[in-house]
């Protein structure tokens, strides 16, 4: 049995090395011991083949297996009430951080030709926020990212209002604007997030996301 395990981050800097190959480990919850890089972080998630699998998950011949370290810095949660920027753009404040790029979406008073009141955001919370997370560990690992912060607004929001706020901080500038435009984008697409736009003369569920 051979496998392939990618690092990344405070990972990679302790193994030495982005990639290392493995010998006859059987299960993801074998790769960590196998690697030999003493106490095992919490919050270190795993991918297989770049799909994200629990620690119980048999491997076969020529896997790759991805370890997603924790996000240094920053938060990922749902909030009700007003949203801050500046309080996210702290929350990924870095040394090592070259740039900030930050992503700030607000309900606006016209859609789809309707004149809109407020927004009412839902989420499934129990499953949201550890999506978010598991977003931003994502990102971090795939842009060598210094810290990530995506606060989304639950409840009615007014028209002006922030719905969400997105500050990302990276080495580089490039990383930074790739990586806050992929968190909005995906975010709309996979976190279990609804919204409803209310009218002057009706009102309506939007689907998922912003």
Not at 90 to 105: M, R
Not at 165 to 182: K, T
């Given at each position: 049995?051979?496998?392939?395990v990618?690092l990344?981050?405070g990972?990679?800097e302790r193994?030495?090395?982005?990639r290392?190959?493995?010998?006859?480990?059987?299960?993801?919850?074998?790769?960590?011991?196998?690697?030999?890089?003493?106490?095992?972080?919490?919050?270190?998630?795993?991918a297989v083949?770049?799909?994200?699998v629990?620690?119980?998950?048999?491997l076969?011949?020529?896997d790759?297996?991805a370890?997603?370290?924790?996000?240094?810095?920053?938060?990922c949660?749902?909030?009700?009430?007003?949203?801050?920027?500046?309080?996210?753009?702290?929350?990924?404040?870095?040394?090592?951080?070259?740039?900030?790029?930050a992503f700030?979406?607000?309900?606006r008073?016209?859609?789809r030709?309707?004149?809109?009141?407020h927004?009412e955001?839902?989420a499934?919370e129990?499953?949201?926020e550890?999506?978010?997370?598991?977003?931003?560990?994502?990102?971090?690992?795939?842009?060598?990212l210094?810290?990530?912060?995506?606060?989304?607004?639950?409840?009615?929001?007014?028209?002006?209002?922030?719905?969400?706020?997105?500050?990302?901080?990276?080495?580089?500038?490039?990383?930074a604007?790739?990586?806050?435009?992929e968190?909005?984008?995906?975010?709309?697409e996979?976190i279990?997030l609804?919204?409803?736009?209310?009218?002057?003369?009706?009102?309506?569920?939007?689907?998922?996301?912003?």
């Amino acid at each position: 049995m051979h496998v392939t395990v990618r690092l990344f981050a405070g990972l990679r800097e302790r193994a030495g090395a982005s990639r290392v190959e493995l010998e006859d480990v059987e299960s993801v919850d074998e790769v960590w011991t196998a690697l030999g890089l003493g106490p095992e972080p919490e919050g270190l998630l795993y991918a297989v083949n770049r799909a994200y699998v629990d620690r119980e998950q048999e491997l076969r011949d020529g896997d790759e297996v991805a370890l997603i370290p924790p996000v240094s810095g920053g938060a990922c949660r749902l909030v009700d009430g007003p949203l801050d920027l500046d309080a996210a753009a702290a929350e990924v404040a870095d040394d090592g951080a070259g740039a900030t790029a930050a992503f700030v979406g607000t309900v606006r008073r016209s859609s789809r030709g309707r004149e809109v009141v407020h927004l009412e955001y839902e989420a499934f919370e129990e499953m949201a926020e550890p999506m978010l997370e598991r977003l931003a560990a994502e990102l971090t690992a795939r842009h060598g990212l210094s810290g990530v912060a995506v606060h989304h607004r639950v409840g009615r929001v007014e028209i002006g209002e922030a719905s969400v706020v997105i500050a990302v901080s990276a080495p580089h500038r490039a990383a930074a604007l790739d990586a806050c435009r992929e968190a909005i984008d995906a975010l709309k697409e996979t976190i279990p997030l609804w919204k409803k736009e209310v009218y002057a003369d009706g009102e309506e569920w939007i689907g998922r996301g912003s």
